[in-house]
């Protein structure tokens, strides 16, 4: 599978490859924007294992990748968008649903000494270690180096989540929102305009914000009437601090619970 894409040559760049089983469709995403989506016409084997995955060459060591790579994740879910966004700036624990692989490349030193170093860890249960091969493991090169840690620039933001979840049911008539956003977020683009709540019965509701980074939480004013619907916009007027807006208008409904008569 190829696509054209061009790297800048000693800038870091985050790679998310999906394939859909169901249409062999392969998605390429870098930093967190939608590349280009192509078909694989060859299916790729589902005959018994065991099958090896190859990092930074071919599986017969041939055209080695010339570069640095770091964190590798390997998912048995096509990942969404937002996902990907979201997850991106952040070392995992390694026990996130569907995720199979993860090696951080956290092991060693720097550029130091790392020639006992000769198995990468996987961070989940799964135990998929990996063998390092033909790795020097000492110096600047051919070795555990520093990472990256962001790839955020002017991205477009995304939603990541939030709480009520959408089509939640029972929700308590006096909770917050909270709403975790890919990016952490301009504060003076936040208000009950560009974040609009409004219920089936009560109509506009209105409430305070409290910031902290990438996530958001609203406090109605006034507690939530009971059995109504609460729809939630937030609009593309809300920004990023790196100026990044969202693409459309992010929308969802959740219900509040029946209050018991005392």
């Not at 996130?96 to 000769?118: I, P």
């Not at 991205?155 to 909770?175: F, H, I, M, R, Y």
């Not at 929102?177 to 952490?184: D, K, N, P, R």
């Amino acid at each position: 599978v190829q696509f054209d894409y061009t790297f800048n040559p000693g800038v870091w760049y985050h790679i998310a490859i999906l394939r859909d089983g169901s249409t062999m469709d392969i998605t390429l995403y870098v930093n967190g924007e939608f590349i280009a989506t192509t078909n694989m016409t060859n299916a790729l084997p589902v005959s018994p294992g065991p099958y090896y995955v190859s990092l930074g060459a071919r599986y017969n060591g041939l055209i080695p990748f010339e570069g640095t790579i770091d964190e590798v994740r390997i998912w048995d879910v096509l990942r969404t968008n937002a996902e990907i966004k979201c997850a991106m700036d952040e070392e995992l624990t390694g026990s996130e649903s569907n995720l199979v692989v993860y090696y951080k490349f956290n092991q060693g030193v720097a550029r130091g000494d790392n020639t006992s170093v000769t198995t990468l860890d996987d961070a989940t249960s799964n135990n998929h270690d990996g063998t390092l091969v033909n790795f020097a493991l000492t110096g600047n090169t051919s070795n555990f180096v520093h990472g990256v840690s962001t790839f955020y620039t002017e991205a477009e933001l995304g939603v990541c989540a939030q709480t009520p979840s959408p089509g939640a049911t029972n929700v308590e008539w006096d909770s917050d929102i909270l709403v975790t956003f890919s990016h952490e977020m301009d504060e003076s683009t936040i208000d009950n305009t560009s974040f609009d709540v409004s219920g089936s019965t009560s109509g506009d509701i209105t409430g305070s914000f409290l910031f902290d980074g990438k996530y958001v939480t609203f406090s109605p004013n006034t507690g939530f009437e009971e059995d109504e619907i609460i729809s939630v916009t937030i609009n593309t007027d809300v920004q990023s601090i790196n100026g990044g807006n969202l693409a459309t208008n992010y929308s969802w409904n959740f219900t509040i619970e029946s209050i018991p008569l005392a």
